[in-house]
């Protein structure tokens, strides 16, 4: 059964820090590019951080320097290490493989993990 399963997001201030998890059911190792994504209230789903199987990785520019990806295919598991968060940050996160899951031909998603910046 395809299955995301996203963790370690919660409310922390502005500066702190958090280490996201996703699990897969599907072995990482067969898909080359696993992306995590954001979705901020009332805004459209960004994606934030990319990992590629031959190891580039790649950030988008508000996370740049601030946010690290790494992966575990031993584990089927994605990280997003994030640091100096700030109120932008504020979202819940998802990740996905590249091409996304499917279930029945729609994109799957798991539930994600919401991640609260606020003093």
């Known amino acids: 059964q395809v299955r995301l399963v996203e963790s370690g997001g919660g409310a922390v201030q502005p500066g702190g820090s958090l280490i996201l998890s996703c699990t897969a059911s599907?072995?990482?190792?067969?898909?080359?590019?696993i992306t995590w994504f954001r979705q901020a209230p009332g805004k459209e789903r960004e994606g934030v951080s990319c990992s590629s199987s031959d190891g580039h990785t790649y950030y988008s520019n508000s996370v740049k320097g601030r946010f690290t990806i790494s992966r575990d295919n031993a584990k089927s598991t994605v990280y997003l290490q994030m640091s100096s968060l700030n109120a932008e940050d504020t979202a819940v996160y998802y990740c996905?493989?590249?091409?996304?899951?499917?279930?029945?031909?729609?994109?799957?998603w798991g539930q994600g993990t919401p991640v609260t910046v606020s003093s």
């Open positions: 599907v072995s990482t190792l067969d898909y080359d590019i």
């Open positions: 996905n493989t590249v091409p996304p899951l499917r279930i029945n031909g729609q994109v799957y």
